[in-house]
Each structure stands twice: as C-alpha cells, then as structure tokens.
C-alpha cells in the first residue's frame, strides 16, 4: 500500500495529474493492477490516501505556527491576522496543486482549516471560534463598537468565504501578496474603528 502511495505521489509530481491512472500507478510501484485493486477500488480512493498523509504532513508543520501566531496576538491586531491569512492560503494552495480537479471535487471531506482546528483543540487550545472572539477583545480599543461575538463571526466568514472563492475561481491569487494585504484590508476595515482603518 505504501509503494501504491508514494508511486501516485510521484506521477502527480514529476508527470502530472494527467498520467495518473491505476495502470500508471501500478507500474510505478512495481506491482500487478489486481494487486492494486486489492487494496484500492479506482485512482480516487488512493488519492484520498495520499491526501490524508499529506495533511497529516502538513499539520505537523502547522502546529509549530501555532506558537508564532500566539507570539503576535499581543502585539497587533494587524499583525496577527497577517499571519493566520498567509498560513491558510499557503495550506490551500498547497493541496490544490497537487491535483486541482480531485481538491476541489473532495474539499469538503479535505478540508484543512477543520483538521487545523481539530488539531488546536487536542493540544487543549481553544477553537478558532472560541478564540477568535477572545483574540478580539484583546484588541477591543482599536475596534468599532460592535458586538464582539457579532464581529467574530462576520469578519471569520468573510475571511473564509475570500479564500474559498479564490481557491475555486484564481487560486494563483492565494500566493500573491498583493492578494492577501486586500483580504487583510477588508477584515481591517470591517473590524477597526474608523480613525484606526489603514
């Protein structure tokens, strides 16, 4: 099953996902189709493998980030968003390269942000939705004078919903930098008072 994986890792990274096929697989691995379709039915099944181990890889990357984002939060506001914007869009990106066509059909059970938060919570961290609120009223002089809880939401959904759109519509844009100062600009000039806005 392993040489199944890496040899479908492989194809996707040196031939791309337009080789990849359980025949191509199989002979990359260096094993029969039959005892290919032994373990698994078609080629999705083994990419939802090779994409749980490769979320698993990149969780582990992620939970030292989890530090140097904690490390901003008493620092800025700005800052802090900065950073959650560019580890989200980096975590995206790199799991739509992989295969674009199969990341956006099967996002919905790949989903790294819930994994991320899944993550947070088992080493006894509060949710991003618990936090965030929290993160707010550290913040709460600089902010206009709305409900927190209410800001919280808003400006967590809108961040989502900025990422999401471009992952399906201009993925290229979540690595440019440009792209993410405007989705920073927006939630900024949601949440800051006007005198405060950038």
């Known amino acids: 099953m392993e040489?199944?994986?890496?040899?479908?890792?492989?194809?996707?990274?040196?031939?791309?996902?337009?080789?990849?096929?359980?025949?191509?697989?199989?002979?990359?691995?260096?094993?029969?189709?039959?005892?290919?379709y032994q373990y698994f039915p078609n080629k999705e099944a083994v990419l939802a493998e090779v994409y749980e181990e490769r979320m698993a890889e990149l969780l582990a990357q992620t939970e030292g980030e989890f530090a140097r984002i904690h490390a901003l939060t008493d620092l800025g506001l700005e800052a802090t968003l900065a950073a959650i914007i560019d580890l989200e869009s980096a975590l995206l990106l790199q799991l739509y390269r992989m295969y674009p066509d199969f990341y956006l059909q099967y996002q919905q059970s790949l989903d790294i942000r819930t994994r991320v938060n899944e993550l947070t919570q088992s080493l006894a961290n509060p949710s991003w939705e618990q936090w965030f609120p929290g993160f707010l009223r550290l913040h709460r002089a600089q902010l206009?004078?709305?409900?927190?809880?209410?800001?919280?939401?808003?400006?967590r959904r809108s961040l989502d919903a900025c990422l999401q759109s471009a992952l399906v519509e201009r993925p290229q844009a979540l690595e440019d930098p440009a792209f993410r100062r405007e989705v920073l600009s927006l939630v900024l000039r949601y949440l800051l008072k006007p005198s405060a806005n950038c």
């Not at 890496?6 to 189709?33: H, M």
């Not at 206009?144 to 400006?155: H, N, P, Q, S």
């Open 3 to 36: 040489a199944i994986r890496e040899a479908c890792l492989k194809i996707l990274e040196q031939e791309g996902p337009d080789r990849l096929t359980t025949a191509r697989i199989a002979d990359v691995a260096g094993v029969n189709i039959a005892s290919l």
């Open 144 to 155: 206009y004078k709305g409900d927190i809880e209410t800001m919280a939401f808003v400006a």
